[in-house]
Nanobody, 115 residues
Framework: QVHVVESGGGSVQPGESLRLSCAAS????????MAWYRQAPGKERVFVAG???????RYGDSVEGRFTISRGNAKNTVYLEMNSLKPEDTAVYFC?????????WGQGTQVTVSS
């Protein structure tokens, strides 16, 4: 069974940075697309950033210019570099990988931005 696991969350102050990591295990297949979503308390899960196999990426309006998504050298790994963090970035961040037509989600990692 394929597992998607996020890491790198934590508590930071406004203006600081964090780097999230995500990896899928137990599969020989490569993902066609990888993305990050986030869900704040009491709100719906929303798209943050995504990247496809040819390297093209796109971002949600609220993070454009501050966050960067990138693929790792290892198969099925993806990172989210988050700079200039704001309190409104506080959420659980989820990684989604599309592998052989299936969308696989991780359990999420908490990011808290507070002074």
């Amino acid at each position: 069974q394929v597992h998607v696991v996020e890491s790198g969350g934590g508590s930071v102050q406004p203006g600081e940075s964090l780097r999230l990591s995500c990896a899928a295990s137990a599969t020989i297949y490569s993902s066609t697309a990888m993305a990050w979503y986030r869900q704040a308390p009491g709100k719906e899960r929303v798209f943050v950033a995504g990247i496809v196999s040819n390297g093209m990426s796109r971002y949600g309006d609220s993070v454009e210019g501050r966050f960067t998504i990138s693929r790792g050298n290892a198969k099925n790994t993806v990172y989210l570099e988050m700079n200039s963090l704001k309190p409104e970035d506080t959420a659980v961040y989820f990684c989604k990988m599309s592998i052989r037509g299936h969308d696989l989600w991780g359990q999420g990692t908490q990011v808290t931005v507070s002074s």
